[in-house]
Protein backbone atom coordinates (compact mmCIF):
# COMPACT_ATOMS: atom_id res chain seq x y z
CA UNK A 1 0.00 0.00 0.00
CA UNK A 2 0.80 3.44 0.01
CA UNK A 3 0.20 5.70 2.81
CA UNK A 4 1.03 9.61 2.96
CA UNK A 5 2.26 11.66 5.94
CA UNK A 6 -1.33 11.17 7.90
CA UNK A 7 -0.61 7.31 8.03
CA UNK A 8 -3.57 6.69 5.93
CA UNK A 9 -3.96 5.29 2.48
CA UNK A 10 -3.50 7.86 -0.77
CA UNK A 11 -5.38 7.76 -4.12
CA UNK A 12 -3.63 5.60 -7.04
CA UNK A 13 -1.41 8.76 -8.68
CA UNK A 14 -0.57 10.12 -5.80
CA UNK A 15 3.10 9.73 -4.18
CA UNK A 16 2.96 8.15 -0.98
CA UNK A 17 5.61 5.68 1.52
CA UNK A 18 5.53 2.08 0.41
CA UNK A 19 4.21 -0.22 3.13
CA UNK A 20 4.35 -3.43 3.31
CA UNK A 21 2.99 -6.86 4.97
CA UNK A 22 2.81 -10.57 4.83
CA UNK A 23 4.26 -13.59 5.87
CA UNK A 24 7.33 -12.49 3.94
CA UNK A 25 8.23 -9.43 5.39
CA UNK A 26 10.83 -9.89 8.58
CA UNK A 27 9.83 -9.04 11.74
CA UNK A 28 12.13 -6.44 12.82
CA UNK A 29 16.03 -5.69 13.07
CA UNK A 30 18.17 -8.09 15.63
CA UNK A 31 18.96 -5.91 18.57
CA UNK A 32 18.08 -2.45 17.14
CA UNK A 33 15.15 -1.29 19.42
CA UNK A 34 15.23 1.76 16.94
CA UNK A 35 13.19 -0.34 14.51
CA UNK A 36 9.94 0.00 16.07
CA UNK A 37 9.22 3.64 14.52
CA UNK A 38 9.33 1.28 11.14
CA UNK A 39 6.22 -0.68 12.05
CA UNK A 40 2.87 0.43 11.98
CA UNK A 41 0.29 -0.95 14.35
CA UNK A 42 -1.21 -2.97 11.70
CA UNK A 43 1.54 -4.90 11.14
CA UNK A 44 2.16 -2.85 8.00
CA UNK A 45 6.44 -1.98 7.43
CA UNK A 46 7.42 1.40 6.56
CA UNK A 47 9.95 0.42 3.92
CA UNK A 48 11.22 4.58 3.50
CA UNK A 49 10.62 4.38 -0.30
CA UNK A 50 8.47 7.04 -2.48
CA UNK A 51 6.02 5.10 -4.73
CA UNK A 52 3.25 6.13 -7.13
CA UNK A 53 0.71 3.74 -7.88
CA UNK A 54 -0.66 3.86 -11.54
CA UNK A 55 -4.39 4.06 -12.19
CA UNK A 56 -4.66 2.43 -14.86
CA UNK A 57 -2.50 -1.11 -13.93
CA UNK A 58 -2.01 -0.83 -10.52
CA UNK A 59 1.66 -1.09 -11.15
CA UNK A 60 3.73 1.07 -7.83
CA UNK A 61 6.85 3.46 -9.33
CA UNK A 62 9.37 3.63 -6.94
CA UNK A 63 9.97 7.48 -7.35
CA UNK A 64 12.58 7.71 -4.13
CA UNK A 65 13.86 7.46 -0.97
CA UNK A 66 11.86 9.73 2.01
CA UNK A 67 15.07 10.34 3.81
CA UNK A 68 16.51 11.95 0.63
CA UNK A 69 13.74 14.19 -0.38
CA UNK A 70 14.96 17.68 -1.00
CA UNK A 71 12.03 20.69 0.23
CA UNK A 72 13.09 23.74 -2.07
CA UNK A 73 10.46 26.74 -1.77
CA UNK A 74 8.06 24.10 -0.42
CA UNK A 75 8.11 22.09 -3.19
CA UNK A 76 9.26 18.32 -3.46
CA UNK A 77 11.98 17.14 -5.61
CA UNK A 78 12.74 13.90 -5.95
CA UNK A 79 16.56 13.50 -6.23
CA UNK A 80 16.61 10.41 -8.49
CA UNK A 81 13.92 12.17 -11.14
CA UNK A 82 17.00 15.01 -11.79
CA UNK A 83 19.69 12.25 -11.99
CA UNK A 84 17.98 10.16 -14.45
CA UNK A 85 18.14 13.51 -16.78
CA UNK A 86 21.18 14.30 -15.90
CA UNK A 87 22.87 10.93 -16.86
CA UNK A 88 20.95 11.07 -20.12
CA UNK A 89 23.49 13.81 -21.28
CA UNK A 90 26.57 13.74 -23.13
CA UNK A 91 29.66 13.48 -20.99
CA UNK A 92 28.05 12.47 -17.85
CA UNK A 93 29.03 9.36 -15.87
CA UNK A 94 26.95 9.69 -13.16
CA UNK A 95 24.89 12.18 -11.05
CA UNK A 96 24.09 12.29 -7.49
CA UNK A 97 21.22 15.20 -6.72
CA UNK A 98 21.60 16.64 -2.69
CA UNK A 99 19.34 19.02 -1.20
CA UNK A 100 22.39 22.03 0.24
CA UNK A 101 20.96 25.03 2.68
CA UNK A 102 19.18 28.25 1.54
CA UNK A 103 18.05 31.13 3.32
CA UNK A 104 15.51 31.75 0.39
CA UNK A 105 14.63 28.04 -0.39
CA UNK A 106 14.78 26.07 2.29
CA UNK A 107 16.72 23.43 0.41
CA UNK A 108 18.19 24.42 -2.83
CA UNK A 109 18.79 21.33 -5.41
CA UNK A 110 22.34 20.61 -6.41
CA UNK A 111 24.21 18.33 -8.92
CA UNK A 112 27.05 16.70 -8.15
CA UNK A 113 28.47 15.61 -12.05
CA UNK A 114 30.73 12.81 -12.86
CA UNK A 115 31.80 13.75 -15.76
CA UNK A 116 34.52 13.30 -18.84
CA UNK A 117 36.26 16.27 -20.74
CA UNK A 118 33.46 16.42 -23.50
CA UNK A 119 30.69 17.57 -20.70
CA UNK A 120 29.39 21.17 -21.15
CA UNK A 121 27.89 22.37 -18.04
CA UNK A 122 26.12 25.14 -19.93
CA UNK A 123 24.64 22.15 -22.40
CA UNK A 124 23.47 20.53 -19.35
CA UNK A 125 21.72 23.63 -17.56
CA UNK A 126 20.22 24.45 -21.03
CA UNK A 127 18.74 20.94 -21.53
CA UNK A 128 17.59 20.98 -18.04
CA UNK A 129 15.39 23.70 -18.87
CA UNK A 130 13.68 21.87 -21.59
CA UNK A 131 13.19 18.46 -19.07
CA UNK A 132 12.78 19.55 -15.80
CA UNK A 133 10.46 22.04 -13.81
CA UNK A 134 11.98 25.23 -12.94
CA UNK A 135 11.96 24.23 -9.08
CA UNK A 136 13.49 20.58 -9.86
CA UNK A 137 16.38 22.25 -12.05
CA UNK A 138 19.43 22.53 -10.08
CA UNK A 139 20.67 25.79 -8.73
CA UNK A 140 24.28 24.70 -8.67
CA UNK A 141 26.25 21.92 -10.59
CA UNK A 142 29.56 20.69 -9.35
CA UNK A 143 31.30 18.77 -11.86
CA UNK A 144 33.66 16.35 -10.16
CA UNK A 145 36.41 13.28 -11.78
CA UNK A 146 35.05 10.99 -9.61
CA UNK A 147 31.76 10.64 -6.80
CA UNK A 148 32.75 9.21 -3.77
CA UNK A 149 31.80 5.75 -3.02
CA UNK A 150 31.41 2.75 -0.99
CA UNK A 151 33.16 -0.68 -1.16
CA UNK A 152 29.78 -1.77 -3.24
CA UNK A 153 29.92 1.61 -5.67
CA UNK A 154 26.88 3.15 -3.62
CA UNK A 155 27.58 6.44 -3.97
CA UNK A 156 28.23 8.41 -0.54
CA UNK A 157 26.10 11.52 -0.52
CA UNK A 158 27.30 12.60 3.26
CA UNK A 159 30.72 13.41 1.46
CA UNK A 160 29.34 15.21 -1.43
CA UNK A 161 29.28 18.87 0.08
CA UNK A 162 32.84 18.39 0.86
CA UNK A 163 33.77 18.23 -2.62
CA UNK A 164 34.60 21.02 -5.38
CA UNK A 165 33.75 21.70 -8.66
CA UNK A 166 36.94 21.13 -10.99
CA UNK A 167 35.11 23.04 -13.74
Not at 18 to 23: A, D, L
Request: proline content about 6%; overall charge negative; some cysteine.
Amino acid sequence: DLIGPDLRSVPDGTDGEIVVRGPQVFAGYLDDDGSADSWLADGWFRTGDIGNRSPDSGAVAIRGRLKQLIISGGLTVYPREVELVIETQPGVRAAAVVGAPSARWGEEVTAYVEADASFDTDQLMRALRTELAAYKRPKRCIVVDALPRNHMGKILRTELPTLTSHQ
